[in-house]
């Protein structure tokens, strides 16, 4: 295997171009995210851990994504990636600071890579001890999340809203949709040093896609930090687009199922698939689109893996299959306006049950 250019260590950020701010503030404020600066031309929001930002978007004629965010670990991978894709090495924003450089992968979708960014504080909201058949870690004390009961409120049309949002950490990864899937993970793993921990195979018997993960040695790292998703011909007008990008929460299953009511009772969003849990990477899910159309995740208990443990193949139903949960709509992973999404689930109504019945044989 091709010796990597540099190996990114974790995923910081995602950038947009988004045509309206405001509602997009409303939204990452009922998502769990923390302004850290807004104005009429730019927004930053940072998630209770150490990041500057984890998610960044400038005020734009039309609705894109603009780049993800990674770091390295050493200024000698970030000078090596500069010679190597023919970039220049630039200053980090005011925020991130530190150095970066920005490099577009085979699809054309953007990436900044970053050393010696600045760090927040984190924001340590304590995480609630949970009691198993098992294991009783909690002992004369109560279970209370939030203002427990107090958290439900009546709005002015006497509807009974959770105010209680999430609590975001960190962002874990993000997906995209791709033309060439075998390239695109050789791409990622030799300019990036991403290593696979799921290539996905299709009903054809091909790679088509594949859960790819920062390879930090002995450290531990999520089963993923980019899911990398083939599309058909028939999808080109998908290809190099944005799939979703999900946030780590910081106090578990409690954490999601808050996000979810909150979310769901301000009647304000549109949610995109959940509540279950994945087979690959094991996490507990909840996804919703934003005012633009993007795809973004709350998720909590996922898998760790160290360099060592190796690829596996699996199927393509093993992605749209969770341990539990629905299965996902056909608009899952599509970035779409919200206004278009329901007329492209009655286009395409069925196309996760075929991937499912289609691929019955390999399971």
Known sequence: M???????????????????L??????????GMQAVQKDNGSMYYRGTGEDAYIYAAQKGEADAFIAAGYEVDTLEELQA???SQDVAIDDGDALMGGKMVRLTDPDGLGIEVYHGVNKLSPIDEGVP???????????NATQRFGSGADEWQLDGDGNMQYALPSSVMRLGHTAINVKDGPASIKWYHDV??????DNIIGPDGQVGGAFIRCDNGDTPSDHHTLNVVALPPEGEMFHGTFGHAGFELEKSLDDLMAGHFHMKTSGAYTHEWGIGRHLLGS???DYWRDPAGFILEHWTDGDLMTADVPPQDVSIVDVVKGQYGPIPYSSFNMSLPVAAVDEFREAIPSMT?????GSEGQS
């Open 81 to 83: 990636l500069a010679e």
């Open 192 to 197: 990036l040093g991403m290593i696979v921990s």
């Open 22 to 31: 405001e509602a997009q503030c409303k939204y990452l404020d009922d998502f």
């Open 283 to 285: 996490q507990l899910y």
């Open 353 to 357: 049950e075929m991937l499912v019945k």
């Open 2 to 20: 091709t010796k990597p250019i540099a190996k990114v260590s974790d995923i910081i950020f995602v950038r947009f171009e988004l045509r309206d």
């Open 129 to 139: 001890v949970l009691n198993s058949g098992k294991e009783k870690n909690r002992l």
